[in-house]
């Protein structure tokens, strides 16, 4: 029996209806917040939901467990993605994906909410004791007890699949970041004394999920980064979409949201964004690598010379880039040149110049000592 045989056709016919209600009933699941009985029940009960779905009035139904079988399946390789290229594809071809002028935004994405309201707060806040001295007491304890039991099933005498067990991996990964052994005791690390350089805590239940913080909101989990299409008169499709871990700040995700637009040859004209996308690099690598504007406001100049309106920026000096030299406004010359990286990693040069002179008290009164100037190429 061939694909295209008369028996063969209905039924993949049948499939792919069926692939098609089941993704309108996906997101009219997610709007209203229904289980996926719920949803099921509606697709059979309702009649908007029908009228939405456009199916007869007399269709029955379906089981609801296979709503959950089909998201199983959008997750594998990455199949939602087809379904969302797939309908922008549909818009392009009636003429709705103008796209000249694009924004985006971000927002949080929690990591398995009802787990932590579950099991989180019971155990730990209704049996911990109320003083910090005996509450960190007690965390030293409870590091202790697993420290020993990770010893134990990471241990040769361990069977293989007992120290393959995801479950203990978890724990490990956990344990990792909580706590420490200082002067052969186990300790709970100090959050508030923990190095910036060390990464967020993961989630007992999601160790992909980290704790994010936006203005006055924090959540543990991820951020989604949307990019919608804003010209007048057209409707505001989505037209990407990106989910990194909650930590990760929006700035790096600007190049990753260009290169996926270029890649589906959705680059608007104009990209809007709000201060945390875009800073004066990212304005550089739009414009030279997509041709694009990026449009949005760029971070306050914070530097001291601002703040106290008095001195020079970086600005007020030439630079000799090939004899790695700067000439202040009174015309003296620096005497060293020392390369290296901001706290960003970005490439800077400091430059260092000889003490202040007699004959060069108008930079002396306008330059307060501070630490050496810092240039980035």
Request: with cysteine; aromatic share 8%.
């Amino acid at each position: 029996m061939t694909p295209t045989s008369p028996i063969c056709t209905p039924i993949t016919a049948v499939r792919r209806s069926l692939q098609h209600v089941w993704r309108v009933v996906s997101l009219l699941q997610f709007v209203e917040g229904l289980t996926d009985r719920q949803a099921a029940h509606a697709v059979k009960a309702r009649l908007d939901w029908k009228y939405a779905l456009g199916l007869e009035l007399a269709y029955t139904g379906f089981d609801f467990t296979l709503l959950s079988a089909f998201r199983a399946r959008l997750a594998q390789d990455d199949h939602g993605q087809v379904v969302f290229d797939s309908l922008l594809l549909a818009a392009r071809r009636r003429g709705l994906l103008g796209g000249g002028h694009q924004r985006s935004d971000s927002t949080h994405v929690l990591a398995r909410p009802q787990w932590f309201d579950r099991y989180a707060v019971r155990p730990e806040e209704s049996r911990y004791p109320k003083r910090h001295t005996a509450r960190v007491a007690m965390a030293d304890q409870v590091g202790a007890h697993g420290t020993e039991l990770l010893s134990a099933v990471l241990s040769e005498q361990a069977t293989p699949q007992v120290r393959d067990l995801r479950a203990v991996e978890v724990l490990r990964q956990v344990w990792v970041q909580q706590f420490q052994v200082r002067d052969g005791t186990v300790r709970w690390w100090d959050m508030n004394k923990r190095a910036a350089r060390q990464p967020p805590p993961a989630l007992p239940y999601d160790l992909e999920a980290r704790p994010g913080s936006k203005q006055d909101l924090s959540w543990g989990g991820y951020k989604a980064h949307l990019t919608e299409i804003c010209d007048a008169g057209a409707p505001h499709l989505i037209t990407n979409v990106i989910t990194t871990p909650a930590p990760v700040p929006d700035v790096a995700v600007t190049e990753q949201i260009h290169a996926a637009l270029a890649e589906r040859d959705r680059l608007p004209a104009v990209h809007i964004v709000d201060a945390g996308y875009i800073d004066a690099e990212q304005v550089a690598l739009a414009q030279q690598g997509h041709g694009l504007e990026l449009l949005g406001p760029l971070a306050r100049d914070t530097s001291w010379n601002t703040s106290e309106h008095t001195g020079f920026d970086n600005t007020h000096f030439t630079i000799d880039w090939d004899g790695k030299r700067a000439t202040c406004p009174s015309g003296r010359t620096s005497t060293s040149w020392y390369e290296g990286f901001s706290h960003r990693g970005t490439p800077v040069a400091r430059l260092k110049f000889a003490p202040v002179t007699a004959g060069h008290a108008f930079c002396a009164s306008s330059a307060p000592h501070r630490p050496p100037a810092a240039t980035s190429p």
